[in-house]
């Protein structure tokens, strides 16, 4: 590839990859460069055959929406399965508040989406706007953070309410986290870790509301 297609290739790739039910192939090196996939919303009822080499190790941690009654099919074909995360529907809808990508998840509420790059030190609100409509931040989603080397700190409201799987993963650069809530978040280790990579948790400082320490 020449220099400037790849740029292009990056840019074109670098959030979210749709293809509509009418493609009936997709070629060798589609998804070259798209290290930074982390959504793709297809239509096929039934799986489309596939070279199983079309897809990365790194694709694989984007989330697949596939139509309603579907997700089984998906999950029994011997590349698709391979996508960690299989979700029946439709794409959420995102929008960025103050350098923060969020998934809508109701008329009113958001979760954190996909924020690989975001750097320093990351203050998550109680509520964001857009469009003149607030929502409350109540949660963060699956593999929101993973594998952004530039965290440092991270402060999580009491609006938030559950954590995705993969949420921290190999989040190496993390050293402070700030929590809000009273009683202590029931959460999956998969949040810090998962079978290959983990967060080195004992490094991170965590910090909690006053006269909570005991409970966590």
Request: hydrophobic fraction near 40%; include cysteine.
């Amino acid at each position: 590839h020449h220099p400037g297609n790849r740029k292009s290739l990056r840019r074109l790739c670098r959030n979210q990859c749709q293809r509509s039910v009418q493609q009936e192939s997709i070629g060798a090196g589609a998804f070259d460069f798209c290290i930074w996939l982390n959504s793709i919303s297809i239509d096929w009822d039934s799986p489309l055959a596939i070279n199983e080499g079309l897809f990365s190790s790194c694709h694989y941690r984007a989330t697949l929406y596939v139509p309603k009654g579907a997700k089984a099919a998906y999950n029994a074909d011997p590349v698709w399965q391979k996508f960690g995360n299989i979700v029946e529907g439709v794409m959420p809808q995102t929008i960025t508040f103050l350098g923060i990508k969020y998934i809508l998840t109701s008329p009113t509420t958001v979760s954190v989406g996909y924020n690989p790059n975001i750097k320093g030190d990351v203050v998550i609100p109680n509520n964001v706007t857009d469009a003149e409509t607030t929502y409350s931040v109540t949660g963060i989603h699956y593999k929101a953070f993973c594998y952004n080397i530039y965290l440092t700190s991270l402060v999580i409201p009491k609006s938030v309410t559950s954590i995705g799987e993969g949420a921290l993963v190999s989040c190496i650069g993390l050293n402070f986290l700030t929590l809000n809530w009273d009683t202590p978040l029931n959460i999956n280790a998969n949040v810090f870790e998962n079978e290959f990579e983990k967060v080195p948790i004992a490094s991170i400082y965590l910090y909690v509301p006053k006269g909570k320490l005991s409970l966590y």
